[in-house]
């Protein structure tokens, strides 16, 4: 459960940031996709992954993740395109506030699945507890 601050190559053109597997990103991408369009008042995310790992950045606009392990609650403000938010695998993850002009990039490790889903919160609680 982390944040990381991305390196901004910046210049009087604009500024660029690189994403790179295995680099400053700490993981292998298989898939990369984007939220973007969401209403403040519907909050996304609500599940955990079995295996996924994924780093999701605020290329624009800005949302508050909200990150539980099972044993502690991490509440990040994402709103800048250079600070990333690691969610690890079993890590239960919801968006909120989502600006009208949020644009939540997202990249994972794995190819999309239902199965690696943990819909329930429940559900989530009992697995964290054994
Ligand atoms: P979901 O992950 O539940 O969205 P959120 O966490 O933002 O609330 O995904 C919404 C829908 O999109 C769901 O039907 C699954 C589908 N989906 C894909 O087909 N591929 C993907 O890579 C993702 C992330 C979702």
Same mark, same amino acid.
């Given at each position: 459960m982390s944040t990381m601050q991305l390196k901004v190559i910046g210049e009087e053109r604009g500024s660029l940031v690189a994403l790179e597997a295995l680099k400053n990103v700490p993981f292998d991408i298989k898939r990369v996709y984007y939220l973007y369009g969401v209403q403040p008042d519907l909050p996304r995310g609500f599940h955990a992954h079995r295996e996924t790992k994924q780093l999701a950045i605020c290329v624009s606009g800005t949302c508050r993740m909200l990150l539980d392990d099972g044993k502690a609650q991490t509440e990040v403000i994402?709103? !800048?395109?250079n600070k990333g938010c690691v969610i690890e695998s079993m890590v239960w993850h919801e968006m909120h %506030?989502? !600006?009208? %002009?949020c644009i939540l990039l997202v990249l994972a490790d794995t190819h999309y699945s239902e199965n690696d889903y943990i819909r329930c919160r429940d559900h989530f609680n009992n697995l964290c507890r054994r």
């Amino acid at each position: 459960m982390s944040t990381m601050q991305l390196k901004v190559i910046g210049e009087e053109r604009g500024s660029l940031v690189a994403l790179e597997a295995l680099k400053n990103v700490p993981f292998d991408i298989k898939r990369v996709y984007y939220l973007y369009g969401v209403q403040p008042d519907l909050p996304r995310g609500f599940h955990a992954h079995r295996e996924t790992k994924q780093l999701a950045i605020c290329v624009s606009g800005t949302c508050r993740m909200l990150l539980d392990d099972g044993k502690a609650q991490t509440e990040v403000i994402l709103n !800048s395109p250079n600070k990333g938010c690691v969610i690890e695998s079993m890590v239960w993850h919801e968006m909120h %506030d989502m !600006s009208a %002009d949020c644009i939540l990039l997202v990249l994972a490790d794995t190819h999309y699945s239902e199965n690696d889903y943990i819909r329930c919160r429940d559900h989530f609680n009992n697995l964290c507890r054994r």
